[in-house]
């Protein structure tokens, strides 16, 4: 259990975020040109060498005799693209890292990246949702990891956690970093436990960390939202909807009131003065963003795997994604029709979209946008880890399996032309679907070759009784495809395998 304070490099406290934004200096010049931060431009590169590199959790690892204390690995990019070399290996019982793993920690549950420190490389931020923090069960924190030109390194790593904790809150639930301030050298951290949503700033290329301390917390203990969609937050994604070269935060989770289980996202603009709420949104817990019709404004992709409204047209829990397209001044719409108007629902029925929409599928459980086939407009990949494989009744042992599905992007938005799905039992593919597999439990495009086309990672946290396995498929000219897939685990990176549930947290 942890009793010590952190000595946390931050220079402004935890900020409320309410409908009135965050004081800042303002010498920021104006609205840049539409898409300045666009999600597509997100980085994951600890080493600056100009290729992505790629980080994923296990937080139900053993390590050192403690169950569900947990890890994440990193893989770094190179020309010929990803491989289970060069990599590395974090616990809380690696060097330098902030302190110790304890059965239950669920180190790894939430991963994040962003530039923190203003320094050039991506730092990792790694949420550590049931630490204990003593005498408080189950408060939760998380771990930051400096990028350097030798990579992701545990010296003098910083430990983050609530001003105040509370038990079972779960503090590093979800994580994003972005730019959604002007005037700030690097990224700013939104955090989020199990009902409130923080946000950190960092003081810019600390000349030694651990010097400061953590700064005077504020909080805010119900997530602004429109009456009647207050939530419960289980993601976060951000992208820039409205065009005036901030980053905006989409909180996405599901409801707390009166529609409780129902998805909704609340959605944060950046501004001059910091991040101010502007509307609830219809659609979640998963989000991700990216620039689908190629306009340069972000649009936002929602899942909602269970409980979709009548008016989406999706199956009882068969699962519903749903697309709001980015525009000046306004972010997330749908066209031009206005803030609040229902988005543009895709479900497995949508004509032209691989397979039947049926109970229990979970399709959008996890999403992922960006461009698979280098035509500048973003696809999207959708996870639904509950998918049966073969016919209806066929086999018992292939329920709940699992797969993934890419729709393209195009001018006039996403479309089902070209839309491709696949799964255990596909092509080239390698593996057997088993029940409780929960391949596509996370879905993440990835170019780790720096040759503009996004190949797939599609994880099945609950391979191997709950090992954890991840997939890759290549990008071809075409777009994504099973030609050349492989896969590995915890162990082809030199880490434990037993009930890791590796890949059920891969950074966006």
Known sequence: MRTYRSAAVLAASILLLTGAAIAAPSAYAGPSAPGAVRAHDRNTDFNGDGYEDVLIGAPGATIGSKWGAGFVTVQYGSRSGLGTSPSAVFSQNTAGVRGAAEAGDAFGQSVATGDL???????????????????????GGAVVLWGSPQGLTGTDSDWLQADEPSASAGFGSALAAAHFSPDIPGDELAVTDRSDLMLLRYDPAPTKKDTAPLAPAQ???????????????????????????????????????????????AYFSGQVQGLRFERSLRGGPAVASGDINGDGYDDLVTGTPRRPDATSGGALD??????????????????????????????????????????????????????????????????????DVGAPGSDPSRLDTGAVWVLRGAAG????????????????????????????????????????????????????????????????????????????????????????????????
């Open 117 to 139: 420190n203003g320094d050039g490389y991506d730092d990792a931020i790694i949420g550590v949702p049931g630490e204990d923090i003593e005498p408080v069960a189950d408060a």
């Open 318 to 387: 068969g699962g519903v994604v749903g697309v709001y397209y980015g525009s000046a001044g306004d972010g997330p719409v749908v066209g031009a029709a206005g803030p609040g108007t229902e988005p543009v629902w895709w479900t497995q029925d949508s004509p032209g979209v691989p397979g039947v929409s049926e109970e229990g599928d979970r399709w959008g459980s996890d999403l992922s946008v960006a461009d698979t086939d280098g035509d500048g407009y973003a696809d999207v990949a959708v996870g639904a880890p509950l998918e």
């Open 219 to 265: 909080r805010e203990s119900v997530i602004p939202a429109e009456p009647g969609h207050e939530i419960d937050p289980k993601s976060l994604t951000t992208g820039d909807y409205d065009g005036n070269g901030l980053a905006d935060l989409m909180v996405s989770g599901t409801a707390a009131g009166p529609n409780h289980g129902e998805g909704w996202s």
């Open 413 to 508: 938005g996403l479309t089902a032309a070209g839309a491709r799905s696949w799964d255990q039992d596909s092509a080239d593919v390698p593996g057997v679907p088993e029940t409780g597999d929960q391949w596509g439990g996370q879905v993440r495009l990835i170019d780790p070759d720096g040759d503009g086309r996004f190949g797939l990672l599609a994880a099945a946290p609950g391979e191997d009784m709950s090992n954890g396995v991840v997939w890759v498929l290549p990008a071809g000219r075409g777009g994504v495809t099973a030609t050349g897939s492989w896969t590995f685990d915890g162990g082809s990176l030199g880490a434990p395998r037993t009930e890791a549930r590796f890949g059920e947290a891969v950074d966006e």
